[in-house]
């Protein structure tokens, strides 16, 4: 199987989650990437996780997550001799990602416009939390704040509980995933023209972009969105309701699943209420709408309910833990966990997710287990034309 990035060699400088998850993505496709660490400590997502046991080990469950089918060198960019070692590396590369805070590579001497004259078809992918100019452009960001200044939190819970941060770092992910499509775009342009490109991720407008409607509501209709919980702002029946065991997500917003999901649940006469005939009727009196479904959904299960719903062409759905929903036949038939039973550095196999696609000429996945900090560091010190006298002399110096 040929991948769609085989031959493709990027150097990924990134710490955490943005730029990691990023790199994972185009690990995943075939790329070759190659992380560059900070010797002795590397990535801090190498520290971070729920294991204490493995953080300790700089492989924590963070930097597991999206470091598989990566290889590691460690260069100290703060060496003259590690500059160099890196600018020898750049020299093979076809992209380099990376998420300092906007000016620290200019003053490392490897920012872009260094490594455009090294590699002058370079793709140069810059993650940022706010973006390379802009009057916030030297804060530092974390996910919580980005979320905050998106106005993520604002739509959020409900009106008692927000605002609320999403329960994953969303705006990280949001970032990594704009950056992957930027730089594969990029490559692609590349392929035509022959040119590079500097490319520049902002988070807080990667989220913003993602809010869709959120955001369209009030630039084109002049609405501001409003934190409702787990109802659907479009539409009524839907969003949560509660059943005889466990809650159930409803989403009715057509007419003809309205008329089905009466019939479905014994309350044929509710699609003929005065009450609730019309769309924004519904919506107006969701509340009243839901009390008398959740009435009937009382007799039975969520998974009674979302299996009788489906049938009928009604979107339903259980909600579902983490643990549930990777236990789920649905997930586990179309292998999104992908399992390394003998990662080095590591008391246990490694499970981790592959890309959320797959292909017809088959599914992206890493080739590798995460790698231990350092790994690969002398194979492709030779691989660069050092001999052995050349590494041993660079480690002495702290270069690498």
Same mark, same amino acid.
């Given at each position: 199987?040929?991948?769609?990035?085989?031959?493709?060699?990027?150097?990924?400088?990134?710490?955490?989650?943005?730029?990691?998850?990023?790199?994972?993505?185009?690990?995943?496709?075939?790329?070759?990437?190659?992380?560059?660490?900070?010797?002795?400590?590397?990535?801090?997502?190498?520290?971070?996780?729920?294991?204490?046991?493995?953080?300790?080990?700089?492989?924590?469950?963070?930097?597991?997550?999206?470091?598989? $089918?990566?290889?590691?060198?460690?260069?100290?960019?703060?060496?003259?001799?590690?500059?160099?070692?890196?600018?020898?590396?750049?020299?093979?590369?076809?992209?380099?990602?990376?998420?300092?805070?906007?000016?620290?590579?200019?003053?490392?001497?490897?920012?872009?416009?260094?490594?455009?004259?090294?590699?002058? !078809?370079?793709?140069?992918?810059?993650?940022?939390?706010?973006?390379?100019?802009?009057?916030?452009?030297?804060?530092?960001?974390?996910?919580?704040?980005?979320?905050?200044?998106? =106005?993520?939190?604002?739509?959020?819970?409900?009106?008692?509980?927000?605002?609320?941060?999403?329960?994953?770092?969303?705006?990280?992910?949001?970032?990594?995933?704009?950056?992957?499509?930027?730089?594969? @775009?990029?490559?692609?342009?590349?392929?035509?023209? +022959?040119?590079?490109?500097?490319? !520049?991720?902002?988070?807080?407008?990667?989220?913003?972009?993602?809010?869709?409607?959120?955001?369209?509501?009030?630039?084109?209709?002049?609405?501001?969105?409003?934190?409702?919980?787990?109802?659907?702002?479009?539409?009524?029946?839907? +969003?949560?309701?509660?059943?005889? !065991?466990?809650?159930?997500?409803?989403?009715?917003?057509?007419?003809?699943?309205?008329?089905?999901?009466?019939?479905?649940?014994?309350?044929?006469?509710?699609?003929?209420?005065?009450?609730?005939?019309?769309?924004?009727?519904?919506? $107006?009196?969701?509340?009243?709408?839901?009390?008398?479904?959740?009435?009937?959904?009382?007799?039975?299960?969520?998974?009674?309910?979302?299996?009788?719903?489906?049938?009928?062409? %009604?979107?339903? $759905?259980?909600?579902?833990?983490?643990?549930?929903?990777?236990?789920?036949?649905?997930?586990?038939?179309?292998?999104?966990?992908?399992?390394?039973?003998?990662?080095? +550095?590591?008391?246990?196999?490694?499970?981790?997710?592959?890309?959320?696609?797959?292909?017809?000429?088959?599914?992206?996945?890493?080739?590798?287990?995460?790698? %231990?900090?350092?790994? !690969?560091?002398? @194979?492709?010190?030779?691989?660069? =034309?050092?001999?052995?006298?050349?590494?041993?002399?660079?480690?002495?110096?702290?270069?690498?």
């Amino acid at each position: 199987m040929s991948k769609q990035l085989e031959g493709i060699r990027i150097l990924d400088l990134t710490n955490v989650l943005a730029g990691p998850f990023c790199a994972y993505q185009l690990a995943q496709l075939g790329a070759e990437v190659i992380k560059v660490e900070v010797p002795g400590t590397g990535d801090l997502a190498r520290q971070l996780g729920a294991d204490p046991e493995l953080n300790k080990r700089y492989m924590g469950a963070s930097f597991l997550a999206q470091n598989a $089918g990566k290889k590691s060198i460690t260069i100290n960019l703060k060496s003259d001799a590690g500059r160099q070692v890196f600018l020898k590396l750049v020299e093979t590369a076809d992209a380099v990602i990376e998420n300092f805070r906007p000016g620290v590579t200019d003053r490392l001497g490897v920012g872009y416009d260094v490594l455009k004259q090294v590699k002058p !078809d370079l793709v140069y992918c810059a993650i940022s939390g706010f973006g390379a100019d802009g009057p916030l452009r030297n804060n530092p960001a974390y996910d919580q704040i980005v979320q905050g200044m998106a =106005g993520v939190m604002s739509v959020t819970g409900d009106k008692d509980s927000a605002p609320l941060r999403v329960g994953y770092p969303v705006a990280d992910t949001m970032g990594g995933i704009t950056a992957a499509f930027a730089v594969t @775009a990029a490559l692609l342009g590349r392929a035509r023209t +022959g040119k590079g490109d500097f490319i !520049d991720v902002s988070m807080l407008e990667s989220t913003l972009v993602a809010m869709g409607w959120v955001v369209s509501n009030w630039l084109i209709a002049g609405v501001k969105a409003q934190p409702i919980g787990n109802e659907n702002m479009t539409a009524a029946p839907s +969003g949560t309701f509660k059943t005889g !065991d466990g809650l159930l997500n409803i989403a009715a917003n057509r007419q003809s699943q309205f008329e089905s999901l009466c019939t479905v649940i014994g309350r044929p006469e509710l699609a003929t209420d005065p009450r609730f005939v019309d769309r924004e009727d519904r919506k $107006g009196r969701r509340y009243e709408l839901t009390a008398l479904i959740e009435e009937a959904l009382a007799s039975n299960s969520a998974r009674h309910w979302a299996k009788a719903l489906n049938d009928h062409n %009604v979107p339903a $759905g259980e909600v579902l833990d983490v643990p549930s929903i990777l236990e789920h036949e649905q997930v586990q038939s179309r292998g999104l966990v992908r399992r390394f039973a003998d990662a080095e +550095g590591v008391d246990r196999p490694v499970d981790v997710v592959r890309a959320g696609f797959r292909l017809a000429s088959g599914d992206p996945a890493p080739d590798s287990p995460p790698p %231990v900090l350092g790994q !690969d560091t002398d @194979a492709i010190l030779a691989s660069l =034309g050092y001999d052995a006298a050349a590494i041993e002399q660079l480690r002495t110096e702290g270069a690498v």
